[in-house]
């Protein structure tokens, strides 16, 4: 159940939206929810939904409404009685107002250890729950006033704090427009008035962020008739002098390439091992740093795990290092070296530790001891850990071969393009010894001869019924055309169509690929998508959607044999599926359109409806592996993908891309 406060009073179950009834039942319900998990007697509820003494009367219509309340909720133990009180029962993360609370001081306490992106990101988050002024439904109920000022209260501290979570992380162009319209919209909170100052200032307008003081200061002078803060009034000095300690932080490094996962299968079967090696990375976010081991056979899957806690890390606001131990030792121990400095939470994976040369093994002996009194998690990967642990290492994981379970995992995605037939796990299993590496050879092997099967399968069945094509008129039409598709091949006498049946099974992964994503983009929109907006998802250009588009409607609608000649296949796509601009700057501005749709959200409803409907990965997750990757509960992803999912079919979300819907 999901109780709402901070907007129009909602409650969400299950099945959707709750019918709470008429205005008694919301406000006894609404003055709960604002102290829930506690009692509230019912003098109280009364005086505040009825603005009345206690009476009888009252006291039978009150409990009128909490009848009604829990008919509505389905669960009469969700309002307990207890005495002369009620009280609601929330669980946690059930209740948005208290969970906004909850992310609020995560993100302050994220800040306050230096990690800005981790902090700007949480915050967000909160934020992103506020649907409009809160219990906006009941403001005019004389019990609301006091709450309503205080959320709003907590909603603005957040906002400023997340206004310092951006500049932290650098971001102070893109705030200077947005703190414009705070400060009007709030012309005495001097906070928001000192962030437009510093953003103007690390924006190099200087003058502009003096201008903003005068005009803070006229204001506060003018309006309550003080003279600006102390706080205020240091930072004025210290933009006048151009102080050295206003400059912007330095940019935080991007991610190491040999650590970018995003194009990388999901990470499979190793859930135990991801949770070991976060707690040892948060450990070192609160101070206390270590070295840990990682250890397996080539193929395993060690430098994959690496990259996904790296991907988390970075995601977080760390700085992540990466040394090559089979790389120039100058390269690993410049990075050795910057772990040494670091002061800010930072991630060090030393790959193929095994490798390196001494010199990098030497440094890597010396910075061990050090990292209990820093924010550094150094992580050391190789095949056997006695040739590269230095003494002091605080754990070791060793990578196992993967289990049944999660062999069928990895194999599944393989098979989506070949409905009915059963993956051979025992045989994927038997024969790549569980190393992830193999799996996924085997796997795309498999595909490729079940493929094959059925393309020689379709050029028997077609033999006849070419025999009987008659030959194409000289006119070329319509009809000479779609004869020509069914006559791709060569002569059947020729051998096994080996290069075609390549060229054919390529192009059936994509067009299964294209389907797959259509229909979980029709989800995702509640409508059929637009061309444009396939092409966003999948990050392909227009002109490839629209062919194998084409493509995959000729193949479907022929079943054509295919021979052993794969550029004639190729020809006929490259000719039959061409694009003329028009079309193409129809579709490309509504990938336009949906790219910006979604760069609209809040960047944790983004991340998870990337995860979940597998945009771009083309691989949807569950709730719990998105909870797993982000680090929250199956719950928690549940709410932003409903709010995210409310946000993008909005009547003005819907405006944004109704210029490219298709018919």
Known sequence: MDFRVLGPLEVLSERGAVHLGGP????????????????????RLVDAVWGEDETRELRKSLQVSV??????????????TKGTSYEVRVRPGELDAETFERLVEDGRRALASGQAEQAATTLREGLALW???PLADLAVESFAETDIARLEEQRLAALETRVDADLAAGRHGALVGELRQLVADHPTRERLAGQLMLALYRCGRQAEALEAYRS?????????????????????????????SLEPPAARPELPRELDAATAPPLVGRDAELVWLRQRWEQAQRGTGSLVTMTGQRGIGRSR??????????????????????????????????????????????????????????RLADLTPVLPTKPVLALATGEHSETFAPPGANGALDLGPLDAEAVREIAVPYAADHEGEEVPVDWLLQTSDGVPRRIHELASQWARGEAARRVTAAAGRTAVGRAELPPPSPSGGTEDHTRMVHLWVMPLSAPAPTVATRAVAHVGEQVGRLRRTEARLQELLGREPATGELAG??????????????????????????????????D???????????????????REALEQALNALPARQRQVLTLRFGLHS?????????????????ERVRQVERDALGTLRRPETRALLGGHDQA
């Open 131 to 133: 649907r409009g002024p």
């Open 537 to 570: 998802a999948l990050r392909w250009p227009v002109e490839r959607v629209v062919r194998l588009q084409r493509t995959a409607q000729a193949i479907t609608s022929l079943d054509a044999p295919v021979g052993d000649d794969g550029a004639a296949l190729q």
């Open 572 to 590: 006929f796509l490259e000719d039959d599926a061409a694009v003329g601009p028009d079309e193409l700057a129809v579709e490309a501005a509504g």
């Open 24 to 43: 008694k039942p919301r406000a006894v319900l609404a003055v709960l929810l604002l102290h829930a998990n506690e009692p509230v007697s019912s003098a």
């Open 618 to 634: 083309g691989t949807p997750q569950t709730l719990e592996e998105v909870g797993a990757v982000l680090g929250v509960s199956r």
């Open 216 to 244: 803070a200061r006229k204001t506060l002078i003018d309006e309550i008739g003080i003279e600006p803060g102390p706080d205020l009034r240091r930072l004025h000095e210290a933009i006048l002098r151009q102080d050295a």
């Open 67 to 80: 009848s009604r309340l829990r008919k509505a909720l389905g669960d009469p133990d969700i309002v307990a």
């Open 305 to 362: 795990l690496a990259a996904e806690l790296a991907g988390d890390a970075h995601r977080r606001g760390a700085t992540v290092l990466y040394a090559a131990g089979a790389g120039p030792s100058d390269a690993a121990l410049a990075a050795l070296d910057r772990a040494r400095e670091a002061t800010s939470p930072t991630l060090l994976v030393v790959d193929d530790a095994d490798r390196a040369d001494q010199d990098v093994l030497a």
